[in-house]
């Protein structure tokens, strides 16, 4: 049995909705408990997948998760922390990349881990090359096993100085997890400095580790020989906040995102507001809204932060589709990030994707076969089509395409949007989407 999202499109969504805790810190921050000696409290958590995921994977390891039934604050307490077998670790990995993360902290908890194959968003090969590299300079040993790698440290996790080849958020998150209890100093050179991570930096120093960001993406941590626990409240999601965004635009639409942070956003904002979006940044949240008139088209290329994030492109893409002129993307963090353009194509959207640089930031895709430029005209009309949710940002922009589009659409695979996207549905309806959900047997 699968979900089924009948779209009537073209209704604006209008209303409030909020965001809370941002996906790419909270399940993070989650697997930082299991380095402490008592227990920790994590506020603002959202119902994720992601989140389900890590705390099947805590469970499993001896870490008890208890939810808060009136707030949903999770009580992480990892002081019975033991090993679990490989089979019952990836039957509930599920599609997740976050188990990949767990492998410090299971080393320092337990002198041991193992990482089933990872799955994640289909958006380019995502290896994992640049997390085994650094647990190997920790002193780790690394063994490829049936279904998955072992990894083991015989001398405990040495601190070292390591320079990673691109400031990846995941890798970056590695070396801190990794570094915070090891045996004397780590430093980290060409890190990433995504708001996530400062907020992983953030759980970590409350617990007692001792980690300096310096200048020109240098940090460096001194290890200590124990952590406690921690009370935090996540980061609310800026992923999330410029998806509904995207969404009041895309729609000719008026949304209030309680939660939504200026201070997080601000690249987006200045981009929104560019396109010629309207906005109101209150204390509590962003009102983003289509003010009438013409859309402008313009010239985009992602980035690491705090450059314009790739998670926001997506979206976004779906917004220019409606420009009034022609806009440039280059995408330089995924080299795969365009495959969404084809279904927003059948839907009558003017996308052209290139192999070429189409910008000047440097990218590693560049000659390299990846269509990882797009050329997009508008405004285009869209109409409703069948659509299959490929990925969580591509799944969003076609839902809101959708949502814009005449006539009626019928998404499949939804469930692949709950992964990052709290009770989506619920909030469409609160925003006066024309939507109906529905089961079928898949025959
Ligand atoms: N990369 C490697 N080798 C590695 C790791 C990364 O070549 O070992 C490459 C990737 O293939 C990619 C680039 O480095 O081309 C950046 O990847 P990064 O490690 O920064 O990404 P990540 O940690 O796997 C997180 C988010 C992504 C977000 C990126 C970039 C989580 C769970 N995921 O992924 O979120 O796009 O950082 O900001 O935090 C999303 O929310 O839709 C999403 C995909």
Same mark, same amino acid.
């Given at each position: 049995m699968s979900s089924v999202l009948t779209v009537r499109g073209g209704v604006p969504l209008a209303g409030r909705i909020s965001v809370r805790g941002a996906k790419n810190l909270v399940p993070k921050a989650m697997? &930082?408990?299991?380095?402490?000696?008592?227990?920790?409290?994590?506020?603002?958590? *959202?119902?994720?997948?992601?989140?389900?995921?890590?705390?099947?994977l805590l469970q499993l390891h001896g870490v008890s998760v208890v939810k808060d039934a009136d707030t949903g604050d999770l009580t992480l307490d990892p002081q019975h922390a033991? =090993? $679990? @077998?490989?089979?019952?670790?990836?039957?509930h990995a599920g599609d997740s990349r976050i188990p990949i993360l767990l492998c410090g902290p299971l080393i320092h908890a337990i002198g041991e881990a193992f990482i089933p194959d990872l799955g994640g968003c289909k958006i380019g090969d995502r290896p994992i090359d640049f997390h085994l590299n650094v647990l190997r300079q920790f002193g780790a040993v690394v063994e490829k096993r049936p279904g998955g790698i072992h990894i083991s $440290? *015989?001398?405990?996790?040495?601190?070292?100085?390591? @320079?990673?080849?691109? *400031?990846?958020?995941?890798?970056?998150?590695? +070396?801190?997890?990794?570094?915070? !209890? $090891?045996?004397?100093?780590?430093?980290?050179?060409? &890190?990433?400095?995504e708001p996530e991570i400062i907020d992983l930096i953030a759980v970590l120093q409350k617990m007692g580790a001792i980690i300096n960001v310096q200048s020109e993406r240098t940090i460096r941590i001194e290890g200590v020989k124990s952590l406690g626990g921690y009370v935090h409240r996540a980061l609310p999601d800026r992923n999330e906040a410029a998806s509904w965004a995207s969404a009041a635009l895309v729609t000719r639409g008026d949304i209030f995102v309680q939660g939504a942070a200026q201070r997080d956003m601000m690249t987006f904002i200045n981009t929104f507001r560019k396109i010629g979006g309207g906005m109101d940044i209150e204390e509590d949240g962003i !009102?983003?809204?289509? /003010?009438?008139?013409?859309?402008?088209?313009?010239?985009?290329? =992602?980035?690491?932060? /705090?450059?314009?994030?790739?998670?926001?492109?997506?979206p976004l893409v779906v917004a220019l589709s409606q420009a009034d002129g022609v806009s440039i993307v280059h995408e330089t963090v995924y080299e795969n990030r365009f495959g969404f353009t084809e279904a927003l194509s059948r839907?009558?959207?003017?996308?052209? +994707?290139? !192999?070429?640089?189409?910008?000047?930031?440097?990218?590693?895709?560049?000659?390299?076969?990846? !269509?990882? @430029?797009?050329?997009?005209?508008? /405004?285009?009309?869209?109409?409703?089509?069948e659509i299959d949710v490929p990925d969580l940002?591509?799944?969003?922009?076609?839902?809101? &395409? $959708?949502l814009a589009a005449t006539g009626t659409s019928r998404v499949t695979g939804i469930d692949v949007i709950n992964r990052g996207y709290e009770r989506f549905t619920d909030k469409l309806a609160a925003l006066g989407a024309d939507v109906d959900l529905s089961t079928s047997s898949g025959v």
């Open positions: 697997v &930082a408990a299991l380095l402490g000696n008592s227990p920790s409290v994590l506020r603002n958590v *959202p119902e994720i997948k992601d989140v389900e995921v890590v705390t099947s033991t =090993t $679990a @077998s490989s089979s019952e670790i990836d039957a $440290a *015989p001398r405990g996790l040495q601190g070292a100085k390591i @320079s990673l080849p691109y *400031p990846s958020v995941g890798a970056t998150e590695q +070396v801190l997890l990794s570094a915070t !209890r $090891a045996e004397g100093i780590t430093e980290l050179i060409g &890190a990433a400095v !009102r983003f809204y289509h /003010p009438g008139g013409k859309l402008s088209p313009l010239v985009l290329e =992602t980035d690491v932060h /705090p450059g314009f994030m790739t998670d926001w492109q997506q839907m009558g959207a003017n996308i052209q +994707v290139h !192999r070429e640089c189409l910008g000047s930031t440097p990218c590693r895709f560049g000659q390299r076969n990846f !269509r990882h @430029s797009a050329v997009i005209s508008g /405004p285009a009309p869209l109409r409703g089509t940002r591509g799944g969003f922009s076609h839902l809101i &395409a $959708a």
